[in-house]
């Protein structure tokens, strides 16, 4: 901690928020490394090259609908969206800041995917035949969850980094991610279909580590514009129904085809809908006069979608999806109304989006859910009725995976393994966010001071307002009459 | 009638908008209750249970593809945005009574589902052998389904209602809805696929009913925010655009496999396209100058999809369609010009987003072309060239559904019972809507008095708008300026 | 030219912007003509007809899957979103003319599509037997593709033309688009996926050369209202954005099956994320204090999905296509910042959206890379590892489509061909534009005058703003007082 005390006494210096020179620097670089290294290392799967005719007639498949696209594609769309519109309007509720919210959402997403692609290539579909890795739309899926662990920590950050130091945590938040979701779920063998673990576990503490390392002491009192307008906060509702809308998708995007996709998004539809009542319970019952809220129902409305992320292709059953959809939205409400403040107060961390509530809390819960609906596993619907049915160990399988080198697990155990992983994802977040909070205090950056925080003004040509302008003039018109 | 003038004189007292208690309680049992009736009733169907492996054995089944999750998933989506960002987003014209809008549409949406899952679930799915409803992607879609019958209600009553009165409407929505479409399609044998009488008719006739029981007689004088701002009808056209685009899975989204689906999706595609050119045409006939009120071009463009409804997995013809939407523009624009202000006048009815002209009457005659279309299906369509075709049975029977207890209809007959569908409809809305209007007019509710409607006010945190507040800044600046 | 300028002095007249008899005409003309055609020439293909049982039979096709309405549907839904809510909301950047931008792009859509099922139809798909026009889902996508040609062209013109106009604009365009599409993919046989020469050349140059022939000298200096507001420019992201998400939909969606359909998506989406990261740079890197653009941002991010189209289905490779998104982002924002003003100033090409950065020139750049990757097919790609693979012929059959008439077709003519079908699509642009830019030059067209451009205030009822009104009250109260 002493390193942290003196790199923050280092980097008190008035600040400069031109950018002109080292965001074009950044983005061309970057983008020139992800050519070179794409040309060296990716190359399109088997089902996207031409080889294919080849490959089925070796593999005997009779037709092309077992290449079909539309299998997987149209989970692809709907997570893209999730991570453009969803991710990017979901931030807009500022009364001055969406163009950065939409527009930086939109930059680093872009070039996340592309750093996603290589890394998770590296670790996950690397062809040790060639030395080259095979991409299909498959892996486009899996670059967008990916970035959405980046887009989450934005989310902490919000309005106080400007687009370099986003890039500088995206870079570093996709290594990081490609890492930890090696370990947890190859490694460890934990399971975690909808990511709550791997996405928003450790996107969540990985913002909140960050955001506490930029900790900006007079925040509150220089800024006014740390607040939103009613219209910013209809154009938030935008990112947010998408979000809710999509998110069976999200959770069932990458699962095994099958019994267990259907489950997936039938379980995160049915929690999702559980926590838009008890968020709009408690946000009523805690406020003067039993008004709503917009910051909980853009927010915690979520919440029960990030915490059936792991258990949502188990046999969570339509209740208990229900149950957990129903603790989170309490939950993550009573979050912004009690804890946001309290962290902001006496832990130092400043969250603007809340997104401790909305992903870290909620995906915290998801890996303990996941890690005791695995552990359940063995119990009734595993068996036939009655009996033990002989199909129980192949059900297992289809539900666990359980073959290779894992072919002796049993369910108890691998709840151990969905705990492991959790805590794994926990360690990932706050240490990496601890060290690119580091990198990130470095006077080099173009962040903004306190007081042109939550404005898009030091990074974004602005147009001139017509709401502004006119009060003046006519006022000044009015004078001029009455003194005639 | 009697009691109806006896519950008015009752309700006369001073209105009291907190619902600190009341919301809460609201949301807090009625989720409660959905968890303990999930657990007793509701499991995943076969294609969604692990049991699956044992089913596909046991059926024969060579391969997944047959359980495949994208037939269906993608229409469930595309549905899914219509009930949340389209119905939603379609009632933020009003300029402040945006977060009313899409939060109360959220809120009751997903209240809606679930209760919807259980009251279909009794009446269609209910495996007998284990008293069980059991649940697929398909329950879904059904679900929204019956979600935007209470949807198309709340338009009648947007901006004159309590959030808990609306948790009652939908809670009674459903149930008459689920009752009525069991009528319709099991008893009566008619066929519905886009819920032209099921969904449109039934949620027109019912909201407009409601809104007549709980008619402001005074509201006129008293509100000034019953209009429009730029903005709001910018975002308008956010609903009214996904709703147009997506309609066409609407209507085909539970058809059967095969032409049906391609037919239904083909149909309202042509209807809505057509339904644009009047609209505007009448719009621009009807005003001064020759300008386009957006109100016509937000609503009345969808009529074509409501009317095509019942009719388009039949042979309704690509110029059959073209005529539907021709005609239905016309009609939805004409009865937002005259229909809408006669019904406030002289019927009482106060219908805020003109439900009657895009649900009710589009409705009714999707109802009428479905019952003639149907009668007039043992022509050449179905015949072969020339001759009568051996597989004239067959396609009727693809159609139609002619089979078990049906097995003995003719297309003539098949158009009466399609009438009868339309009748018990229209029955069920304007008879379940007079009952719950009584409901609704106890004074328990928090609704607001006519001088806070159409505000969000009452039920909202709203943010401090900078649009309002600096001219009287700059005012007082100017002033003590000049005093010096 | 003389005719050009005999045509200027001709039209130089007051105008007026009544619409109320032309548009109201032009409407009911245009759907009823539509409808007689319709059910002249309009059938169901066999896919959608009750006849589908009889033709499965006959097939010996053995299940409904053959026949599945998810092949193809949910790239249809994609496009359709780009078509109206991607192409409408882009253009609502103006601060005063979203009703126009979003309202006109949704009238002409509807109207263009139905024009198109006939034009490409007759073209196309008219089955001689019967000498009817046999319409699908396939259809249906390639409609919306020839209705975006128009769109394009729109931006050009936005803001200063009557919706009467654009009817016109779109009637001879849809008209024009078919012909050059079947000369360039029937008659050359390029091919061109996702519509870089058949589409956006021609659409971008279609637009600009109205758009010249319809010069306005004194534009700048009467109208104050080209510019947007901070709201606006939110409003057009939602355009750019879901433009950007669906544009690997645009460019897979009407791919043969198999190997080329998933690679249009890859290239498509590493092409648009490798624009995003040159756009950012170049917008920064050339403004004051390196703040960013939002015209950049909105539409030059946009480039690179233009630039893949024709290649998109070809061995492109991933790191070609991050090449040509890179390229093509440095290219368009220079457009923006540069050439705009240039052709403003100097060619008299008044482009209110840029659609030559966007559409037309990032198109030629799609039409050449297309014609080497074709040329340079031969290659590596299409052979196995180090020998000629036997299946070379079919690979090339599978991408470039080389039977019938074109099975004794080279890469390197294909290459040529490519080139005569880029040639082809820039004549019918130029050509057709200023003819049709003639036509619209006669003065019954009802356009606005200079200082009534990009103001939605000529064709539509506009809603009281509270903005404007508040304050002079709040000022008059506080007279009011101190005068007491």
Redesign the interface.
Known sequence: MGCVQSFRALCDRPKN?????S??AV??V???A???L??VF???DE????????HRKKENISS??E?????R??SF??V??MI??GF??LM?FL??Y??GA??FN??IA??G??WALLMQGWFHSLDYTDGKIK???ES?INADFCVAGCLIAYGAVLGKVS?VQLMVLTLFGITLFAVEEYIILSLIHARDAGGSMVIHTFGGYYGLSISWMLYRPNLDQSSNLQ?????????A??GT??L???W??FN?AITD???G???A??NT??A???T???T???S??F?K??????VH?QNS?LAGGVAVGTAAEF?L???GS??VG?CCGIISTLGYIYLTPFMEKHLKIQDTCGIHNLHAMPGVIGGIVGAITAAAASEE??R?KKTL?P?LN??LI??FDFEGAFKNMVPTKQGGHQAAGLCVAICFGIGGGIIVGCILRLPIWGDPADDNCFNDE???????????A???L??NN?MANKDV
């Open positions: 928020t031109n950018v002109r020179i965001l074009p983005c061309f970057w983008q020139i992800m050519i070179i794409f040309g990716i190359r399109y089902e996207s090259d031409t080889h294919w005719i080849e092309d609908i290449n079909d696209f539309y299998f594609y149209p769309q709907d893209h969206v453009f519109v990017g309007f807009t009364k001055r969406s163009f939409v527009g939109f930059l872009a070039f995917l592309q991409i299909g739309v486009l687009p607040g939103s307008v009613y219209h910013s906060d209809v154009f509702m935008i129904l998408f809710w809308m999509f069976p998708s069932s085809h099958g019994d996709q259907h489950r998004a039938i539809y049915l999702l809908a559980s838009v009542l008890t709009v319970a408690i009523s019952l406020q006069h039993g008004k709503l809220d917009m129902i409305t046999m059953m339509p209740y229900l149950i129903f619907h595993f036939g049915s199909f192949q059900r289809n539900t030091p990074y974004w040509e602005l147009p001139e307002d017509e709401e502004s006119p009060p003046i006519h006022y009015h």
